[in-house]
């Protein structure tokens, strides 16, 4: 993500909140630039493992939920073949672009 926000975006978000400042844009079409790449479904998705990151980054692992942990456990299948997925269809989008 940070390297599409750098190349094509040419802008990345900084500051405190910039790891969902930087997932957020990615669920942002930037008219003639290019398309949304990540649906709002996916960024809800990743939002959530990164809110996760960010609890087992600053707590120790002992505070784990398991309410909490074994959703996101259920659910990496479909979120990463969402990412894959939609990650693709960005890529076939730029192949076409410099087709032209």
């Known amino acids: 993500m940070t390297q599409i926000a750098t190349t094509v975006d ?21 008219d003639n630039l290019r398309p949304q790449i990540f649906s709002k479904i996916t ?3 990743l939002d959530e493992y990164r809110r996760f990151r ?10 784990f939920e398991i309410t909490r942990v074994e959703p996101l456990i259920n659910s990496l299948d479909k979120c990463f073949t969402n990412v894959k997925n939609e ?4 890529v076939q989008i730029l192949k076409a672009i410099t087709e032209k």
């Open 54 to 63: 960010h609890v087992v980054r600053n707590i120790y692992g002992f505070e």
């Open 10 to 30: 040419q802008t990345i978000p900084s500051g405190k909140n910039w790891h969902r400042e930087l997932l957020n844009q990615m669920g942002d079409k930037i």
């Open 43 to 45: 960024i809800e998705q």
């Open 87 to 90: 990650l693709l269809d960005f």
